[in-house]
Structures are given as structure tokens and as C-alpha cells.
């Protein structure tokens, strides 16, 4: 299972499970502002993101995610690394490139 969310409010912005091994990983951008838009720029810094600080858990031994176990389990580390870059270029490259777009806040509006 492959996950990502680029405006996650948490650290890891990518994820791949394998069975009882979860492997996260950061983006090399800074966090988007919250909006309900896609400010300017925004979607350049997604295209050019890259993959950062991935860190492998077991979740049969560790629910919480507490402890990154890839010193000790390099095997799994290196497939599960190679698995998830593959899967985001893909994901990146095909992923649309939006235009600009703010959210016109009809929400207290009649309209």
C-alpha cells in the first residue's frame, strides 16, 4: 500500500506498507501554509520534492511508530527505500500539474 499527502501536518508525508513493516518518509520542502487553494509556486515545489529522512517501523512490535528500526533490519530497509522511490517518481510524474487556485470562501455567503 502506498500513501502521500503532501499537506499532511505530520512529518512524513509518504508511506508504504509491507505486511508488518511501514516505511515513512519526508519531503526536502517546506510545509505548505493551510489554505483551501493551491497558492502560487506550490505546485513546482511538489514536482521538484524529494524524498528525505525515511525511516522503517514494525508495527507488530511498535503500534506507535517510536522507534525506526532500519539499522537493524537493512534487507527490508533497502527493498522497501526502493520500492517507495519508484512508486513517487511514478506518482510525481504523473500526478497533474494545477493552476493556481484560491478558495473564493463561500461558506458565509448566500450565493
Given at each position: 500500500?502506498?500513501?502521500q499527502f503532501n499537506r499532511a501536518r505530520a512529518d512524513a508525508k509518504v508511506a508504504i506498507r509491507d505486511g508488518?513493516?511501514?516505511l515513512v518518509a519526508s519531503l526536502d520542502?517546506?510545509?505548505p501554509?493551510?489554505?483551501g487553494g493551491i497558492p502560487a509556486g506550490e505546485m513546482q515545489l511538489i514536482k521538484k520534492a524529494a524524498l528525505t529522512n525515511?525511516?522503517?517501523y514494525n508495527l507488530r512490535?511498535?503500534?506507535a511508530e517510536a522507534i525506526d528500526v532500519a539499522a537493524d533490519n537493512e534487507a527490508m530497509?533497502?527493498?522497501m527505500s526502493a520500492t517507495m522511490r519508484e512508486l513517487y517518481r511514478e506518482?510525481?510524474?504523473a500526478a497533474p500539474h494545477w493552476a493556481e487556485w484560491e478558495w473564493p470562501r463561500y461558506e458565509s455567503k448566500l450565493i
Open positions: 500500500m502506498y500513501w508488518d513493516w511501514k520542502t517546506p510545509d501554509k493551510p489554505s525515511l525511516r522503517l512490535s511498535d503500534i530497509f533497502i527493498a506518482v510525481q510524474s
